[in-house]
């Protein structure tokens, strides 16, 4: 591709260094030095740790042919000067790549919790209906019948671009995709036109990067405002709004009537009937404007409730038929590491959960309290390098919520263990004074109380060690993680593996 076809559409300030007209063919787009080859577009991004300004040199060094970047510099080939380089990599993407979003149906995920296996249930309605779809997300990036691990939620806009496009050319037809914050911020979807977007929930989380509620929420509305489709005759509703949450109302009403509404406990478009709740799963059906949706899900909680509604919605919102709607939601299983259930408990109950923000804390632990006749012993820490604000709330949620809490270590990064664990325990000691020794597990823990054990792996095993029949343990904040973050070095480290080894060791049966 030509530079000047590929650049055509950008705002550019200025151009400067090597003659334009020369028009060179470009073979590549990179915003990493270390990752150009004679041919390529370098962008300089100013990054969170590094300014690519300062690697300019070593792109031109290594073959780049044109620089985009924000700051004037002096090179000898064409140098040409955006607004903002991010926003400018997105559109070249797109660009390079041939527009590939626009072959297939974009389905956008955004809010606090719940993204994922809203995700994964679309997945399996989408499949029912006979599509074939792709999903972009926090577990990994999945097409084709084939799953890729991810750095991130949602993958720098010139990664996601080459994704979309092997995705098309693999005869993908939707892609789900979990939307984050950050990649709404830094541009990553900028070019992304969707076909159906969905709002689940806002709570206190990431304000390490936006600073004020207001602000995080200011980004997660730019799925609706910026890159949702019109609407037509054909697609008369392309937003699915939980009405539940306060910013959902806000929401719903800055739409009007452009929008689906799912409420689980108030007035909406899509809103359950004859519910039926255990720790086998949720049963029941949907009320919609297109008849009853039918559902047996062995998803577990009421916030997975929430997140069968804003699936079905989102289908609905597709054209999906009711009856592949209701067929995906039955096949929907399991999602790794939400609510997981380790089967291998037996009459002990034990779960796995993602939950690392307070608000999806405190629903994990109400869904598993609702429905445990047993004790609860909720096993969780808070990672490090990450919003410190909300380590005290977690520690009260838990605490307030659970008849034992394990403050353990999550992924310190490069952040003390035991300083981390000590501004939780500042939150768990708000609600629960009585600190217990490791000595007491073997005794059974009759009475509200506290465990600190810095050592993850040996928290799970207390926990589980002490839970009796009947009881539940909740192990939060990592999820389908695989890995642990101590001092900057990453461990093989698996929650679900770590209970399986447990009760190997000691038989599944209750104390």
């Not at 626009?102 to 006979?130: P, Q």
């Not at 307070?358 to 869904?367: H, Q, T």
Request: proline fraction near 5%.
């Amino acid at each position: 591709m030509k530079l000047s076809l590929l650049t055509d559409q950008l705002h550019v300030e200025a151009t400067t260094g090597a003659d334009p007209s020369l028009d060179p063919d470009v073979t590549a787009i990179c915003y990493d030095s270390r990752k150009v080859a004679p041919g390529a577009v370098f962008v300089a991004i100013e990054g969170f740790a590094a300014d690519g300004h300062r690697f300019i040199p070593d792109a031109v060094h290594r073959g780049a042919v044109a620089v985009v970047c924000r700051k004037p510099v002096a090179a000898d080939v064409v140098v040409i000067r955006v607004t903002d380089p991010r926003a400018a990599l997105a559109q070249l993407s797109c660009r390079f790549y041939g527009q590939p979003a626009d072959r297939m149906t974009l389905v956008g995920v955004t809010g606090t919790s719940g993204k994922t296996t809203v995700t994964y249930l679309l997945e399996k309605i989408l499949e029912k209906a006979g599509h074939r779809p792709g999903v972009v997300g926090t577990i990994n990036y999945r097409y084709a019948g084939q799953a890729f691990a991810n750095p991130v939620t949602t993958p720098e806009s010139l990664e996601l671009q080459d994704m979309f496009r092997q995705m098309a050319d693999s005869g993908t037809t939707h892609v789900v995709m979990e939307v984050s914050s950050h990649s709404l911020d830094l541009h990553r979807v900028d070019g992304c036109d969707f076909d159906a977007a969905v709002f689940t929930n806002l709570s206190h989380d990431h304000l390490d990067h936006h600073g004020t509620m207001d602000r995080y929420w200011h980004s997660k509305k730019r799925l609706f405002l910026d890159h949702l489709k019109p609407v037509d005759r054909t697609h008369p509703v392309r937003a699915v709004v939980n009405t539940d949450d306060p910013r959902g109302r806000e929401l719903a009403a800055a739409l009007g009537a452009k929008v689906l509404r799912t409420a689980a406990y108030g007035d909406g478009d899509l809103v359950p009937q004859g519910v039926v709740r255990d720790l086998a799963g949720i049963r029941g059906s949907i009320a919609t404007t297109h008849g009853e949706i039918p559902f047996d899900s062995p998803l577990v909680g009421d916030f997975n409730l929430e997140n069968i509604l804003s699936a079905a919605g989102a289908a609905l919102a597709l054209g999906i038929p009711p009856a592949a709607i209701a067929a995906g939601i039955d096949a929907t299983v399991c999602v790794p590491g939400r609510l997981e259930r380790i089967v291998e408990g037996g009459d002990r109950f034990i779960f796995v959960d993602y939950s690392h923000k307070p608000d999806a804390l405190e629903n994990a632990i109400s869904a598993l309290r609702a429905l445990t006749t047993g004790r609860l012993i909720t096993v969780f820490g808070c990672g490090g390098d990450r919003d410190r604000s909300k380590r005290p709330v977690m520690g009260e949620i838990a605490a307030r919520l659970s008849d034992v809490t394990v403050v353990t270590s999550d992924n310190p990064r490069s952040e003390d263990p035991l300083t981390i664990i000590a501004q939780v325990e500042a939150g768990v000691r708000k609600v629960c004074t009585r600190r217990l020794s490791a000595d007491a597990m073997s005794g059974g823990w009759q009475n509200k109380g506290y465990l600190v054990e810095p050592d993850r792996g040996a928290a799970i095993s207390s926990a589980i060690t002490a839970a009796q029949a009947g009881d539940a343990v909740l192990i939060a904040g990592k999820g389908h993680e695989t890995y642990q973050i101590l001092a900057g070095e990453t461990i093989h480290f698996d929650d679900r593996e770590v209970a399986r080894q447990v009760l190997a060791a000691i038989g599944p049966s209750g104390a």
